[in-house]
């Protein structure tokens, strides 16, 4: 499957920009759903300014005991669902969190945890990392440089310093060092594409150790998507329409049998159904079905057609992204 054509050749005729990119990424459809990404809900203690949730600490959806009780039930009914991806805001301040997680491991599911860090060193917090290791979790946490200006600069200031903090306690615990996996999250600061995953990953693991001791395993590297505060943020310098040409330019069709979708679906904090969690922050519905009560297991939305916009092309443009880093890494 290839781009149909290059929409920054060609003329428009009248029709809207935003369709002609969206018409020219192949169809996509579902293979076996083997991860669910649950969103927790959109309270977060920070506010980034890349944020495609939008999340921060006035919002106030956050997903219920029952929602939370029916992903339970349907991952039971699901055998082909190995992995849960649980997602904000920051999901460790959700009062359901440890049911969650003690529910997903008591199944035999892996458990992956998104935590931007610095939710680790709030009063409240400080034993989540004992139960982290406890349950054995995996911890995917955001550190969008090793430099403390630039992590400070999109996520605010003295967000480096606790991030660096909770890293050590992390290690402390055992993650990054072998016993539990402990990933990082790279995202550029502006409207380029990320450089090679495995040259940045050897960069962040000599500046991290050497300066602050610190160790992880991967480096996740992810294409900002422009969608939500990104999005506004470059359409007000101006370079909205340059950024999705470099990505549409950047196509390569080999990342198309990766790209998270195929084996992923996305759960609101409200029990509606995605095919990913950017479609469910535009709120661009999954199309065969739309709640958790829609269906009987994750299995029945295998094989399934997948809703395609122009911010796929985010997904597919040089090595590929997911939330699981790179899709070719190089
Ligand atoms: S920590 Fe994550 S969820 Fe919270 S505001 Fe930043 S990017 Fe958004
Ligand atoms: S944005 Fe979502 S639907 Fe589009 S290719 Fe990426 S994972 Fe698939």
């Not at 029916?70 to 991952?75: A, D, G, K, S």
């Not at 992956?112 to 946490?141: H, K, M, W, Y």
């Amino acid at each position: 499957m290839g781009a149909r054509s290059s929409v920054t050749d060609r003329e428009t005729h009248g029709m809207s920009r935003e369709k002609l990119v969206t018409d020219s990424f192949p169809v996509l459809q579902r293979e076996t759903v083997q991860t669910v990404q649950v969103n927790l809900g959109k309270l977060c203690n920070q506010v980034c300014k890349h944020c495609h949730v939008e999340a921060g600490p006035n919002r106030t959806e956050i997903m219920t005991a029952a929602t939370a009780s029916r992903i339970l039930q349907l991952v039971e009914a699901s055998p082909n669902v190995t992995t849960i991806d649980l997602t904000g805001g920051a999901p460790e301040m959700n009062p359901e969190f440890r049911r969650v997680v003690r529910g997903l491991r008591a199944l035999g599911r892996s458990v992956l945890v998104r935590s931007n860090l610095t939710v680790l060193q709030l009063p409240d917090q400080r034993d989540t990392i004992e139960f982290f290791a406890e349950q054995g979790v995996s911890v995917v946490a955001s550190l969008p440089c090793y430099l403390e200006e630039n992590v400070d600069a999109q996520r605010g200031t003295g967000v480096f310093e606790e991030s660096i903090e909770a890293l050590r306690r992390l290690n402390g615990a055992g993650f990054g060092s072998g016993r539990f996996d402990l990933d990082l999250v790279f995202n550029p600061q502006g409207a380029d594409l990320p450089p090679p995953q495995a040259s940045l990953e050897a960069a962040y693991k000599k500046a991290l150790l050497e300066r602050h001791g610190i160790r992880f395993d991967r480096l996740l590297t992810i294409t900002n998507m422009p969608i939500a505060r990104f999005r506004e943020s470059l359409a007000r310098q101006g370079l909205l329409d340059l950024y999705l040409d470099r990505l549409v330019r950047a196509h390569r069709a080999t990342n198309l049998d990766a790209v998270m979708c195929r084996s992923l679906v996305s759960v609101s904090w409200d029990g509606r159904l995605y095919d990913c969690d950017f479609n469910q922050m535009l709120e661009v519905p999954l199309q065969a079905a739309a709640t958790l009560d829609d269906i009987e297991s994750f299995g029945d939305l295998d094989r399934t057609v997948i809703a395609t916009a122009p911010h796929c092309f985010g997904c597919t443009a040089g090595a590929g992204s997911s939330c699981r880093g790179a899709l070719t890494p190089s």
